[in-house]
């Protein structure tokens, strides 16, 4: 069937910001799926708040909405552009979830616009698990004993039912919270107490646990025509009871025989029909008891998600952009495969090499988290990478991890047998390497199997690996190169550097051979260039006599660094592209658009460690590889490969060092008599004191060379500080603890600024709502700056200028400002592009990524069209969203350490609406009646608290606050009711805030170690989602978004309007 | 253990062009001869290896890890190995899978199938995708490229050769075995003879489940004695190599054709298609693996389909009244299917039967029983 002729224009709701579970694989998949939709000349209508990424930019959609993902704007956006149908399925569950409320609300009916790819119907019957499971038992497959429960007694009447362990999943609540496995009666009604409590609506789901399991994951698609067709199939190399999303999967499956495959082929064809899926991609999920064979259903998303963004990389088969083409009428055989043009998508891919993902964790940032992984969702990014065997593929995948760890190795050595087993039992993002561990203590498959229930294939293929590595030696080296070593790690066994390893390769021939990714296994010829290393014989990269340029990506997403970078190196791809020159992409994330086949001219899917980009420097010989897009990543490998004479183009590695080397840009602020935050740098505690005494407390400590603020602290007297520094365990001459003088109430600037080497021109200035002291990555930032007086940000403006000229910066640089009353103090300076770059770019409507790349290859701004600084009339805000949700019980105060996973932005003409926008799209609930709980510390009970009390009591709201703040409010003319304490006995503040009586908290820190009450408010009001706000700028701006909201002023309008005519492309 | 850690000895895979690989020996000591051919299944090893129509040819898997569920009882095709020669990157010792019980290394020792690992096996695949099929020698006895060369040179060629003579059952016997999983049964309604030219178990187990009382006769069982069992349809199989040779099996066919309801797979449409007057040829590589898509042209329907032939009908050279094709390959537009619905017989290249592969095609049996239930109506 040909294209649908009744559909002209089609609206597609992306995810909004990149949290836990959902990252940025939507945006790969709804980029894909816009550009497949404006191939067919479809008019594409989209929403997303997230700014940071591809499908937002404006060229992707012709109308782009970066607005809130709430039920009354996407009405607004329907009413304005009444599209003829949404297309649900590519924006993940976020998408998903509000064309539901819009279908069910009746705004779909009301302006004609039709479902597509998934109904309402469908879309329910896979989504509600009860529905889902009566209708995989009406088709004969089998699911998880369960059921449902309302009360203790109830939840135990269940439980006698079915028997232990079981899980218990609260229905309704965000990502799970409140869930996990019970393995005896002994836990069963703490957990299910805690389960319902969790439950909005004091509902559980008592399902028999079937931790240990093998877990499997199936790609399907289906067209309209019924054709069905399976991509990928996926095995979790971690049993049931890890979500797999925290497992490390593999595909294809390895430990099923043909029969029990199709077994699972045939359940997941007639899942697909069943639910009534009409067109598109689905990920359904399945559990195989190893010692039986009994396989069970455990879900199925009627969408694309995770999975199908690693199966359209692990194969090349481009899940989303297909599924988009269906969901308009086409049939599967009517579209032709992109990697081989001559034959159909209507095939299932083969694949002729093995790809493992691991995932990528942040408990380091959470250190009051409970590390175990379970049924729910924690880690926060993840890596893939791809070889010709299991063992290859693992320790590239490590490798690319950026752990620093250089393939599979060891935890801790000291510990005693029955810990490591007891370690073994409980499973944490080390347990990869606790089983090598293991294996080194010669420890068998089978023992270390009881222990973990991996299957004893998996578990085998390491013994091998860690079997083999005892024996390395120069003999070997093309069997330890075929096994994944990398030349680190032989070194370490040889007891050389790294570099003789590399040479005594070169010097035997001992060189990696590229292979394609192609869906068939080399049965057709393949026309895409999309590769992987391995130490077979036969190289199949076909580097062309073109100009040509290498981007390095920014490798696993991790907080601090993640999908702004990846917009970065995509756009530089575009740019260099548009100007003739062949782009060479190289990362090892599956879920960025960075690695989708068609960005650049050719794609290295391989880890990004010096080993492994020199040797495709090596292969492909580019005139430049540009280091400064892709994060901290390859910024970090810049001096490195420029000592290997690898060309780097953009802001020279000196420069880079000059900038990120303590001493050396201690010396260029000096010399260009600007002023940083007096500052030194300790090993020993006395120091540390002597310093701090100097410079005077506050200070600000943290560890040398680490990234998004880790581990860095504000110190108030010498006992924290002395706590710290012996904490400071590594600290070293080489790596000192680093001392600032922290400047209280600062505002913090960040500034975006291009420079071509001779001129520069500044991207952005964003003056920080939170004050410095809060990480720039977890503020929230108003463009262009709404506070600050002119003269300050000329000062700014100097600063940044001389920096970038002094640095002679070609492409982007980010300065990052602290402004205390008249002095402007530099915090840092990153020679690279930063998290902010993409907002800046759209709230100025100038691409600077790609205007970057293209100064990084010698054209000057002059050429590029960009001379002069664009400050636009509308306001842009930045807010930042973060996981606290996940780790309940986490404090979630802000500090110098990011924390954020993803950010929104919000764009409107006055800052109010703006406000209020970033802070909906940060899906916060932004409450219009209702009472504010005031508690602050004494030196937040000032005019500026007196007065966001005033406007929010004008509003309507009434106030209560502890008795402290209640004293000052009311000698201020504020009539506030007291509230208990927590600790001052019932009924108190926490039995408000979960009876639904407070709206809106504004609570900030009584000192550097909060109390305990203050940790659990925040906390309880996270879990309830009431808005929590920290600090005092942060209060005075969510006033005023309220009140724009109250006004009723927001209205949508898309980005291409902001910028009519001034749009460089 | 698999793979390069295990202290094997050294073999060779010469192909008739002079291209060699390198390796180490597997399974089996000794030198195998025959086409090489590359199959491109993740799983299904056990039945690749275990498939007659495989016999005079050295099998590489596309797929780099093989034998990590071990081999399984009750997976075969077949009684055994039927290939001469196995080629892959790396062969797994380690098997896990709650029905196997033994690994795939013991097996190809124990079924004396001589093999290779520890090659690049894409480099092989792309070679003969690029220059077609080759004659090639394996062999882990003589390491010398020389020697193995002119012994090559000797070894006989698959075109014009009947190798079904190697492969079919030297006398009937009945079938009653259903297919897996296959609890309840239908009953018996129908009566098939199925002519074996190297059958593969899970045809005549398809059967079975769609309700045939099946008798498996030798490829060189005269119509005569078919027609005498008194069947309701009759199945061709499938088997190895070239069908031209098959003289024996065009006759019959010829002679059964109009009378009885006839199914043709993969050998089986190429002989039904030579009994017709047409001819056939060979294809460049081949077709063998589990993902090709095939269109029946009638209802528009696609199957993912398992295919593993040499060879094809020339649709062209068909001039016989009222046949004419089913189904067509999407990949290359081969020729899939044919049928005849007055003379009531119908084929496909494919393998309905999957085993290994998707389970798309298996309606194909009841087709086949709705033709002989209304022939017996009527
Ligand atoms: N009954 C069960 N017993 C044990 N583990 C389970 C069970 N059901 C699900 N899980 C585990 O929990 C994870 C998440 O469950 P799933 O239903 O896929 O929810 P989500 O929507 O979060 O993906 C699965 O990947 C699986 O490992
Ligand atoms: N001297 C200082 N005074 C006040 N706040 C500071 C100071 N130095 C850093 N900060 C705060 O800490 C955050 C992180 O510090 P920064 O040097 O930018 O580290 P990173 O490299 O992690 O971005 C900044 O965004 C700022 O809010
Ligand atoms: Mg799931
Ligand atoms: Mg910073």
Redesign the interface.
């Known amino acids: 069937m040909p294209r649908r002729t009744d559909i002209h224009s089609v609206l597609i709701i992306g995810t909004g910001p990149i949290v836990i579970g959902q990252a940025c694989e939507f945006d790969y998949s709804g980029t894909q799926a816009c550009k497949a939709l404006r191939e067919e000349g479809l008019r594409v209508v989209l929403a997303n708040s997230n700014p940071a990424t591809i499908m937002t930019d404006p060229e992707m959609a012709d109308a782009t909405y970066i607005e809130p993902i709430t039920v009354p704007v996407l009405s607004k956006i329907i009413e304005a552009e009444k599209p003829d149908a949404l297309l649900p399925t590519l924006g993940g569950q976020t998408g998903l979830n509000i064309a539901m409320q819009l279908a069910e609300n009746g705004t779909l009916e009301r302006h004609g616009v039709l479902m597509i790819g998934a109904d309402r119907e469908a879309i329910r019957k896979a989504e509600d698990r009860k529905l889902f499971k009566l209708s995989m038992e009406a088709i004969g497959l089998e699911v998880p004993r369960s059921g449902l429960a309302h009360s203790l007694e109830e939840a135990r009447e269940t439980a006698r039912r079915i028997g232990f362990p079981l899980v218990i999943r609260p229905s309704f609540t965000l990502g799970g919270t409140g869930g996990g496995i019970v393995p005896s009666v002994d836990r069963f009604d703490e957990m299910a107490s805690r389960g319902l409590s969790a439950s909005m609506i004091s509902e559980i789901l008592v399902e028999e646990s079937i931790a240990g399991w093998k877990e499997f994951e199936l790609e399907v698609m289906r067209d309209t025509a019924d054709n069905v067709v399976v991509v990928c199939s996926i095995e979790n190399f971690d049993p049931m009871g890890i979500h797999t999303g925290d497992s490390i999967t593999v595909a294809p499956a390895q430990t099923l025989t043909d029969r029990e495959y199709q077994r699972m082929r045939d359940a997941a064809i007639a899942c697909i029909r069943e639910i009534g899926v009409e067109t598109g991609g689905s990920n359904i999920q399945f559990a195989m008891h190893p010692g039986t064979g009994r396989m069970v259903v455990i879900e199925m998303n009627p969408r694309v998600s995770r999975s199908s963004a690693l199966a359209s990389k692990a194969t090349g088969f481009p899940i989303a952009r297909i599924a988009a083409k269906l969901a308009v009428g086409y049939t599967l055989d009517e579209i032709p495969n992109d990697i081989t043009k001559d034959t159909p998508a209507s095939f299932e891919p083969t694949i002729d090499y093995c790809v493992v993902k691991i995932p990528r964790f942040a408990f380091e940032k959470f250190p009051s988290a409970d590390p175990t992984l379970t049924i729910q969702m924690k880690s926060v990014g993840e890596v893939m990478a791809i070889g010709r065997t299991f063992k290859e593929a693992l320790q590239k995948g490590i490798r690319g991890l950026e752990i620093r760890r250089p393939g599979l190795s060891g935890s801790d050595g000291g510990v005693a047998d029955q810990r490591l087993e007891e370690l073994l039992n409980r499973p944490t993002a080390d347990r990869l390497f606790q089983i090598y561990e293991a294996f080194q203590r010669g420890w068998s498959v089978d023992r270390v199997h009881r222990a973990t229930s991996i299957d004893p294939w998996f578990l085998g293929n390491i013994s091998e690996i860690v079997d083999f590595e005892a024996t390395i030696c120069e003999g070997n080296v093309r069997q330890a190169k075929q096994l994944g070593f990398s030349d680190q790690q032989i070194a370490a066994r040889l007891g050389t550097p790294e570099s003789a390893v590399r040479r005594l390769r070169e010097a035997g021939g001992i060189l990696p051979a590229y292979k394609l990714v192609d869906t068939c296994a080399a049965e057709f010829e393949a026309r895409t260039p999309y590769y992987y290393s391995t130490y077979d014989a036969e190289d199949e990269a076909r580097p062309s006599l073109r100009k040509k340029i290498m981007i390095l990506g920014g490798g696993p997403n991790r907080i601090g660094q993640g999908i702004e970078f990846d917009y970065c190196c995509v756009h530089a791809a575009f740019a260099l592209r548009e100007i003739g020159y062949e782009t060479i992409m190289v990362n090892s994330n599956p879920e960025t658009v960075s690695t989708d086949y068609d960005i650049s001219d050719k794609l290295y899917f391989e880890p990004l460690t010096r080993e492994d980009v020199l040797n495709i420097v090596e292969r492909e010989k580019p005139e430049g590889v540009i280091v400064q897009l892709g994060g901290q990543t390859p910024l970090t490998l810049a001096v490195g490969l420029e000592e290997a004479g690898v060309p780097i183009i953009g802001t020279s590695p000196d420069s880079i060092d000059r900038a990120e080397d303590r001493k050396r840009f201690a010396e260029l602020v000096r010399t260009l008599g600007l002023r940083q935050p007096e500052n030194g740098s300790a090993v020993e505690v006395k120091d540390a004191l002597d310093i701090a005494h100097a410079i005077a407390y506050p200070v600000l400590v943290r560890p040398s060379y680490v990234l998004g603020g880790r581990a860095m602290e504000i110190v108030y007297d010498d006992s924290s500080l002395e706590h710290y520094m012996r904490r400071a365990v590594w600290a070293s001459p080489e790596r000192p603890v680093l001392i600032d003088r922290f400047i209280e109430d600062a505002i913090e600037v960040d500034v975006d600024m291009l420079s071509d080497g001779r001129t520069c021109v500044i991207g952005g200035i964003m003056e920080h709502i939170e004050e410095a002291g809060v990480h720039s990555g977890d503020a929230a930032m108003v463009l262009p700056p709404h506070t600050l007086p002119h003269w300050m940000i000329e000062e700014i403006r100097r600063y940044t200028r001389l920096l970038a000229m002094e640095l002679h910066v070609v492409g982007l640089m980010n300065v990052q400002y602290a402004v205390k009353g008249k002095e402007l103090y530099i915090i840092e300076v990153n020679p690279r592009a930063s998290r902010t770059v993409p907002f800046v770019s759209k709230a100025i409507g100038v691409p600077l990524a790609k205007l970057a790349a293209k100064l990084m290859v010698g054209m000057t701004l002059a050429e590029v069209g960009f001379s002069q600084e664009v400050t636009p009339r509308h306001i842009s805000v930045k807010e930042s969203v973060l996981p606290f949700a996940r780790f309940p019980g986490v404090d979630i105060i802000l500090g110098p350490e990011m924390k954020s996973t993803g950010e929104v932005m919000g764009i409107d003409m006055d800052f109010g609406s703006a406000y209020c926008k970033s802070q909906l799209g940060a899906l916060q609930n932004v409450p219009v009646s209702g009472t504010v709980f005031i508690s602050v510390k004494d030196k937040d009970k000032t005019q500026q608290i007196v007065s966001v009390a005033h406007q929010l009591m004008h509003l309507g709201f009434s106030v209560a606050s502890t008795s402290g703040t209640a004293r000052f409010l009311r000698a201020n003319g504020i009539e506030a009711e007291v509230v208990r304490r927590a600790s001052e006995g019932a009924p108190n503040l926490l039995d408000l805030i979960n009876a639904g009586r407070i709206q809106l908290i504004i609570n900030s820190p009584s000192g550097k170690i909060p109390r305990q009450d203050e940790v659990s408010i925040r906390s309880i009001a996270n879990a309830r989602g009431v808005p929590v706000v920290t600090t005092m700028p942060g209060a005075d701006a969510y006033a005023q978004g309220i009140r724009a909201f109250i006004r009723g002023e927001l209205g949508v309008k898309p980005i291409q309007r902001y910028h009519v005519g001034s749009l460089l492309r | 253990?698999?793979?390069?850690?295990r202290d094997v000895g050294k073999a060779v895979l010469l192909l008739e062009d002079g291209t060699v690989?390198h390796g180490q020996s597997l399974g089996a000591e000794g030198e195998a001869f025959g086409e090489v051919v590359?199959n491109?299944?993740?799983?299904?090893y056990?039945?690749v290896l275990t498939d007659p129509s495989y016999r005079g040819q050295i099998v590489t898997m596309?797929?780099?890890?093989i034998g990590?569920?071990g081999m399984?009882p009750g997976?075969s095709e077949s009684r055994g190995a039927w290939l001469t020669g196995f080629a892959v990157?790396?062969a797994?010792a380690?098997?896990?899978?709650?029905?196997?019980t033994t690994d795939l290394p013991a097996w190809l020792r124990e079924q004396k199938v001589v093999g290779i690992q520890g090659?690049?096996?894409?480099?092989l695949?792309?070679h003969l995708?690029i220059n077609g099929s080759k004659h090639g020698v394996v062999s882990s006895a003589d390491l010398d490229v020389g020697s193995l060369a002119r012994r090559l040179e000797q070894a006989p060629r698959i075109v014009g050769r009947d190798l079904v003579g190697e492969v079919s059952c030297t006398a009937p016997y009945e079938w009653t075995e259903p297919a897996?999983?296959d609890a309840a049964l239908p009953e018996a309604r129908y009566r098939v003879v199925v002519i074996d030219c190297g059958v593969k178990y899970n045809i005549l187990r398809r059967l079975v489940s769609s309700g045939c009382q099946v008798t498996v006769v030798p490829a060189t069982t005269q119509a005569s004695e078919i027609l005498s069992l008194r069947p309701d349809g009759v199945v061709l199989s499938n088997g190895p190599g070239d069908p031209e040779p098959l003289s024996y099996a065009i006759k019959t066919t010829r002679s059964l054709i109009g009378k009885r309801p006839i199914f043709g797979i993969c050998l089986g449409q190429q002989i039904l298609g030579l009994a017709l007057g047409g001819r056939t040829y060979k294809l460049k590589f081949g077709h063998h693996?589990?993902?090709?898509?095939v269109?029946d042209i009638a209802t528009?329907?696609?199957a993912?389909t398992t295919q593993n032939h040499g060879f094809n009908v020339d649709m062209d050279s068909i001039a016989h009244p009222g046949t004419r094709a089913t189904h067509v390959n999407?990949?290359d537009g081969t020729t899939e299917g044919l049928e005849n619905r007055d003379m009531e017989f119908f084929s496909v290249q494919y393998h309905p039967e999957?085993?290994?592969?998707?389970?798309d095609a298996s309606y194909l049996f009841s087709r086949f029983t709705d033709m002989m239930g209304a022939r017996k109506g009527a």
């Open positions: 253990m698999g793979g390069p850690l690989f590359f491109t299944s993740i799983t299904g056990q039945e596309t797929y780099p890890l990590n569920y399984v997976d990157r790396e797994s380690l098997r896990s899978n709650w029905r196997s090659i690049d096996t894409r480099a695949t792309r995708r897996f999983g693996g589990g993902n090709h898509p269109k528009g329907r696609i993912i999407l990949y999957a085993s290994p592969g998707p389970h």
